[in-house]
Nanobody, 115 residues
Framework: QVQLVESGGGLVQAGGSLRLSCAAS????????MGWYRQAPGKQRELVAT???????NYLDSVKGRFTISSANAKNTMYLQMNSLKPEDTAVYYC?????????WGQGTQVTVSS
C-alpha cells in the first residue's frame, strides 16, 4: 500500500504562484509513475502532469510552460510548481501514484485563484 498526503494549496491572486507537495509513504518502491490531477466544481477530474520512473513528463496543454512537476528523495516527495496562475486553475488538486496493479490517491488540496 502507498499513502499520499498533499499540502501547499491555498488562495492566490491571478498571476501568482503556489507549490504543491505530495508526501508518499509505504510501498513506494512499487511506484512506477506519479502525477497530479485536478477537479473543478461540476467538472470531471483531469490529468495535470505526470512523471514516470524513467523521467518522462507529460502536461495538460493549458498548463504547459506554467506548471512543473518534480520529485525528490527517490519518490518520497513530489512537487507541482504552479506559476502564472489563472482563475481557471481553481480546483481541488490530487496526488496520484501508480504501480503495476494499483492506483493510489491523496485526499486533495484546494487551490483557488482569484481574478
Amino acid at each position: 500500500q502507498v499513502q499520499l498526503v498533499e499540502s501547499g494549496g491555498g488562495l492566490v491572486q491571478a498571476g501568482g504562484s503556489l507549490r504543491l507537495s505530495c508526501a508518499a509513504s509505504g510501498s513506494i518502491f512499487s511506484i512506477n509513475a506519479m502525477g497530479w490531477y485536478r477537479q473543478a466544481p461540476g467538472k470531471q477530474r483531469e490529468l495535470v502532469a505526470t512523471s514516470t520512473s524513467s523521467g518522462t513528463t507529460n502536461y495538460l496543454d493549458s498548463v504547459k510552460g506554467r506548471f512543473t512537476i518534480s520529485s525528490a528523495n527517490a519518490k518520497n516527495t513530489m512537487y507541482l510548481q504552479m506559476n502564472s496562475l489563472k482563475p481557471e486553475d481553481t480546483a481541488v488538486y490530487y496526488c496520484n501514484a501508480q504501480s503495476l496493479s494499483q492506483t493510489y490517491w491523496g485526499q486533495g488540496t484546494q487551490v483557488t485563484v482569484s481574478s
